[in-house]
């Protein structure tokens, strides 16, 4: 299977072989933030034609996923997303086609809500959505979209580096970084079983 890997930095993509277990991995860094994430995943799925989409990285906790638990999150929400004066819940994006979409699903085995915002979370979750979520990151929501868009599976596998609110350092969140992310790949390669 063709497997595109979409992540905010090379840091986070350098656990990952070139192929594994059969798979062969395209990697593609994005830089941060759902924008960002957004082009640079329908670039990259407009010139690999890959099988499936991974956002991978880091994600912080909202408190009930621990430091250095692997997750593959089960839908990914946008609290950026305002089309309240179209009479439209906070967090749902309009799509090419009209339809309204609150979250996308992605992996169906996992009931983890991931919120992806283009501002960092450093605060609870925003009031403005629904659901409570697990976690939030930076660019899943944009490569979900992407991948939306395109027709191709997406997951957001990501390792937990933080508790939001804690107020960690940059520099204690880049060794947790090299620290944890190699678990990732075995993460990975364990929802891609499931498929």
């Known amino acids: ?7 905010s930095s090379k840091a986070e993509l350098a656990p990952f072989p070139s192929e594994a277990c059969g798979h062969d991995f395209v990697k593609c860094v994005c830089g941060v933030g759902p924008v960002l994430a957004a082009a640079s995943a329908a670039a990259a799925i407009a010139a690999n034609h890959p099988d499936a989409v991974f956002s991978v990285g880091s994600a912080g906790s909202y408190g009930t996923l621990r430091v250095g ?3 593959s999150f089960g839908s990914v929400v946008s609290p950026d997303n305002d089309l309240t004066a179209f009479h439209m819940k906070r967090g749902a994006a309009l799509l090419p086609s009209g339809a309204t979409l609150s979250s ?14 283009g501002t960092f979370a450093s605060l609870p979750h925003s009031p403005f959505i629904d659901s409570v979520p697990d976690a939030a990151d930076m660019e899943a929501y944009g490569v979900a979209a ?7 599976p997406c997951r957001a596998v990501k390792i937990i580096t933080d508790i939001i609110g804690d107020g960690m350092k940059l520099s204690e969140y880049g060794f947790r970084l090299r620290e944890l992310r190699k678990r990732l790949p075995e993460k990975v390669l364990e929802v891609l079983s499931a498929f």
């Open 1 to 7: 299977m063709n497997v595109l890997l979409v992540a």
């Open 69 to 71: 638990d692997a997750v």
């Open 104 to 117: 996308v699903t992605l992996d169906r085995n996992s009931a983890y809500l991931l919120s992806s915002s």
């Open 146 to 152: 992407a991948s939306l868009l395109a027709a191709v």
